[in-house]
């Protein structure tokens, strides 16, 4: 049971046009992962509803672009404290609906409220620029302007920062967002609704929309007034919003799948290997986009490190996201379970051994044991397909060149790690990766400072980093003659 210090926070009503929509008997339950309780209901919202959420935000969109930066400044600074003050509650909100521990979820509402301080401050640097024209009657300027009416589509996994990762920069450039968050954790949205509107954002600025996924997919996708979709989630449907908005060759930003490598060279400090594969393996019980899915070890430590991290993996607390001392909650739902086990089975299967956990936890549910395998073979499923899941697969390599090519061995390019202490192996390496983020010597690497994002099939753009309102931005270059 939620103990929430402001109850107002836990809305299940849909927030569009100023005004807060409750769920008919049509509505969608959303749940506890670790208990299957029901955490609340949200409206299924029909197509005439979404549009009317589509018809606000252009409603507003002429008077939220006039308004000097610093006034949308303002306001994003003041919805950023509004969250930073809230952050329990929203932690708690966010545990119930999506499973992970209560520190894992205040750690993804703090660090991504940074998104909306950062691009706050963004929006007052967004400049033109007056370039030399070559002939002395012209004069050649270029202006940055908001987009205009913008869409989010946002995953399960995160479902507060992923909010703020893009409203930041959206709100910032003068654009505003209409958010159609995942149907499994949609409270998290809602709740940041709750602050956006008593932080004094105007109606129609920041909306959230909850309903079937496809129809309010199709409805941004085809509607012109939506100038721009912001994507993050899997390939898939990826590939689906860049197939069904082609036509109106609608702006895309895609955050994808990925399936990130994890070196581990002969010369790394390999405590701090272990330290930085449990943080990029186990984190959101290994359900982040940035996750190390497969890990390459260098022979000559493969069995060293194995053990050490089969014995981190053991430490870890497994239980109800809600208890404080809680490290590794249950998986989103029971497929994902599924998945996790034929991955794991397929790699037995084809000579891996267990070093530890190797299946369900005790605690049963979506629960799965922290699990270290090695002897995986590079062609096994765990090491092609983003598992999602608790499961760390060891293979081992011989040469840096051998482990290079394993890492590119993959559509996606999301992120890669790598552990080692030669410069200049550090440098030939980070370049030869294929990925849009490479941590090196460290298994964390995002920041509202930095440029997130995929290349191959991982994604298009970036969020975050002065590049992130770019995103946002159309560039027009005004060309005056006959002066
Ligand atoms: N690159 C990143 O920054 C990043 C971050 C988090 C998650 N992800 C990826 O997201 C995936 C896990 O999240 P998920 O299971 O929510 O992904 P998903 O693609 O199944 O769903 C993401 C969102 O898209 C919506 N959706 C599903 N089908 C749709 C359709 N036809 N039209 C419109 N919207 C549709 C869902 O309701 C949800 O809101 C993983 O692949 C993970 O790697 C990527
Ligand atoms: O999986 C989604 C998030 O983008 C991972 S991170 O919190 O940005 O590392």
Not at 210 to 227: D, E, H, R, S, Y
Not at 290 to 311: G, M, P, T, W
Not at 368 to 381: E, H, K, M, R, Y
Not at 473 to 482: F, T, V
């Amino acid at each position: 049971m939620l103990s929430l210090r402001d109850k107002s926070l836990l809305t299940a009503n849909a927030y569009l046009d100023g005004t807060w929509i409750c769920a008919d008997d049509q509505g969608i339950d959303v749940t506890n992962p670790a208990d299957g309780s029901l955490v609340g209901r949200v409206p299924s919202l029909s197509r005439e509803m979404v549009q009317r959420a589509i018809d606000a935000a252009e409603a507003a969109r002429e008077d939220w672009a006039a308004r000097p930066a610093r006034q949308r400044a303002v306001l994003l600074r003041r919805w950023y404290d509004l969250i930073i003050e809230n952050a329990d509650d929203l932690a708690q909100i966010l545990t119930a609906e999506q499973g992970k521990p209560l520190s894992e979820a205040k750690a993804e509402i703090v660090s991504n409220a940074a998104y909306l301080e950062w691009f706050g401050e963004e929006a007052k640097r967004v400049y033109g620029e007056v370039i030399p024209a070559p002939a002395a009657d012209r004069r050649f300027i270029v202006l940055k302007q908001p987009i205009g009416v913008c869409a989010a589509v946002t995953p399960w996994n995160f479902p507060n920062g992923m909010i703020t990762r893009k409203a930041g920069p959206a709100l910032a450039a003068g654009c505003p967002i209409i958010v159609k968050p995942a149907s499994q954790t949609p409270l998290s949205a809602l709740a940041l609704a709750v602050l956006a509107e008593r932080a004094g954002i105007p109606k129609g600025v920041f909306q959230v929309v909850t309903g079937k996924a496809q129809m309010i997919g199709t409805l941004f996708c085809k509607n012109p007034t939506v100038a721009k979709i912001s994507f993050t989630g899997s390939t898939e449907v990826g590939r689906w919003l860049i197939a069904e908005s082609a036509d109106g060759i609608k702006r895309l930003s895609l955050e994808l799948g990925g399936n990130a490598p994890f070196i581990v060279f002969e010369d790394a400090d390999l405590d701090a290997a272990v330290q930085g594969a449990m943080m990029a393996k186990f984190r959101n019980s290994g359900q982040t986009c940035v996750c190390a899915n497969r890990i390459y070890v260098h022979e000559s430590v493969a069995d060293k490190f194995a053990y050490r991290l089969a014995q981190a993996a053991e430490k870890l607390v497994v239980g109800v996201g809600s208890d404080p001392a809680t490290e590794q909650g249950p998986l989103i739902d029971r497929a994902a379970v599924e998945k996790v086990t034929r991955h794991l089975q397929d790699a037995l299967d084809r000579g891996a051994r267990v070093v530890t956990g190797g299946g369900p936890h005790a605690l049963g549910g979506t629960w799965f044991q922290p699990t270290v395998i090695t002897g995986v073979s590079p062609d096994a499923l765990v090491a092609r397909e983003e598992t999602f899941a608790p499961l760390a697969a060891i293979i081992s390599f011989s040469s840096d060149d051998e482990a290079i090519a394993l890492a590119n061995a993959t559509e996606f390019g999301l992120a890669a790690y790598f552990y080692s202490r030669d410069l200049a192996r550090v440098f030939r390496v980070a370049e030869k990766l294929e990925a849009g983020m490479v941590g090196v010597n460290t298994g964390a690497l995002a920041s509202e400072a930095a440029p997130f994002g995929g290349v191959k099939q991982s994604g298009i753009g970036r969020e975050g980093s002065r590049h992130g309102i770019d995103e946002y931005l159309e560039m027009k270059y005004l060309c005056l003659a006959g002066l």
